[in-house]
Nanobody
């Protein structure tokens, strides 16, 4: 059974940091791109980073560059470090897996190609 289990969300003050984790199982980790998407209430879902497990290729959209860092233990866990948190980072953060790498179109991540989704972890940033 494929599982992507996110953890690490919580309530944090603006300016703080969080590290989200995604533990994967049930598929060949190295064949996929592991991504993070987020969705805030009333807003469209947004991809915020992706890492290709075969070679470590990383993608960030311009909107999060410099504050978000994706990494992996090269076993079964991917991390998303978020620094200098802003209230607008408040969202449900989802871990995803897509064959080879995440689909990027016109400077943003496209979720249509995602094969597997986690259930999400909530990040709330207070001002």
């Amino acid at each position: 059974e494929v599982q992507l289990v996110e953890s690490g969300g919580g309530l944090v003050q603006a300016g703080g940091s969080l590290r989200l984790s995604c533990a994967a199982s049930g598929f060949t980790f190295g064949d996929y791109g592991i991504g993070w998407f987020r969705q805030a209430p009333g807003k469209e879902r947004e991809g915020v980073s992706c890492i290709r497990m075969s070679d470590g290729k990383i993608y960030y959209p311009d909107s999060v560059k410099g504050r978000f860092t994706i990494s992996s233990d090269n076993k079964n866990t991917v991390y998303l470090q978020i620094d200098s948190l802003k209230p607008e980072d408040t969202a449900l953060y989802y871990c995803t897996a897509e064959s080879d790498f995440c689909t990027v179109m016109a400077g943003s991540m496209d979720s249509n190609g995602v094969d597997f989704w986690g259930k999400g972890t909530l990040v709330t940033v207070s001002s």
